[in-house]
Every structure is written in structure tokens, then in C-alpha cells.
């Protein structure tokens, strides 16, 4: 180990995020949400002589900066409020920790099938093989493999 003289990389970076946010999940829940419009701006180079490219290449940056804002804010509360909204929401879109972990628990000894016919959601056990499913509303017959 390096010690003498200079503080290490990772003792400068703990020094640089002191009394800053740092990242938090609404940091890279933005990250992530930045690539989407900047993988659209990469698909669409064409479209309106380019301009709509630019205009997601901008909100893709947008985002980026909005993560990295929120990283070295110095205003922690604001960012924890935001983060504290932004953490409530999900839950409330996708379910907390433990319904995700069940549903995951699920999917582990359960596959779904939708009826071709009526498009209803069935419910079978995996590791049966090749299964006949008769669906429950409209009568039709399919097989799936579990
Ligand atoms: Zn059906």
C-alpha cells in the first residue's frame, strides 16, 4: 500500500462526497432512465432531419445531469425528500421488498400462460413436462411446457 504523502483515491472521493447527497436510489434511477432516451436518439438519426435525435440526445443529458446534480447537492434534506418521494412511488407502482420477493417466489414454482383465445392469465406448475391446459373461461385447449 501507497500511504505516504497523498491521500488515496478512495480517501479523496470520501472527502469530495462529505456533506453531499452522494448517489442514492433516485440517482441511478436516473441514470438508468437516461439511457432510454438516449438509445431512442441513437435509433432515430433520420427521423425529422435528425431533430428529434437531438431532442433525446438532450433529454437524455438532462436526466444525466439531474442524476449527477443530486449526487454532489450539498442540500441533503431537499434530496432526501426527494428520494423519500421518489422511493414511496415505486412502491406504490411496482410493490414494496417483500411483494416483489413473493411474486419472484412465484415465478420460481409457477409459469403463466395466457389463453390464445380469450387471453386470460393461467397459473400452472413448472416441472410437469408438456402439459394439456384447458382454459377455465372460454373452454380452450392448448399444451405448454412447464
Ligand atoms: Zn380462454
Redesign the pocket.
Known sequence: MNNRGKPSFSERMRRFFEGRNGNDALCRALLVAALVPLAASLATPSVWNGALSNILWVLSLALLAWSYYRMFSKNIYARQAENEKYLALKKKLFGDRASRARRREERKHYRRFS??????KMRVPRGKGRVKIT??????VFYKKT
Do not use: M, Q, T
Open positions: 389463453c390464445p383465445k380469450c387471453a386470460l382454459c377455465s373461461k372460454c373452454g380452450a
